[in-house]
């Protein structure tokens, strides 16, 4: 018992001390090759600035086509609740730009017609 209480102890002490000692890990994440959907809208300047520091664009481009109040209550979901740095003036601009790139605001693309119909 007297053994056991002190494996204990020297468990806490190792933890308290972070493991000093132990060797560093160091992790070599795959370069990004996915981008951002251009666009002239203010939010695209801004997604491509505070969208990328926590997460790849293949999280935003698997997003459901939703309407605008998805995406803003993910953009203020970001914000609040994980913490992104995404400034209170930035949250429009950004859910403009989600909505009418990835959402159901964006443009429908044009049906080509068919030789000699047009």
Not at 42 to 58: E, I, K, M, N, Q
Request: with cysteine; aromatic share 8%.
């Amino acid at each position: 018992m007297k053994q056991q209480a002190i494996w204990i102890m020297a468990g806490l002490a190792a933890a308290a001390t972070g493991g000093a000692g132990a060797a560093p890990v160091n992790y070599v994440l795959p370069e990004e090759k996915a981008r951002l959907t251009d666009s002239p809208l203010p939010g695209y300047a801004l997604a491509t600035t505070l969208c990328y520091t926590c997460h790849s664009v293949d999280y935003v481009k698997v997003q459901p086509v939703s309407a605008r109040t998805y995406w803003k209550a993910t953009v203020v979901k970001m914000q609040k609740t994980f913490g992104a740095p995404i400034p209170d003036e930035a949250v429009e601009p950004l859910t403009d730009y989600l909505v009418k790139t990835y959402g159901s605001e964006r443009a429908k693309p044009a049906i080509p017609l068919p030789p000699g119909k047009g």
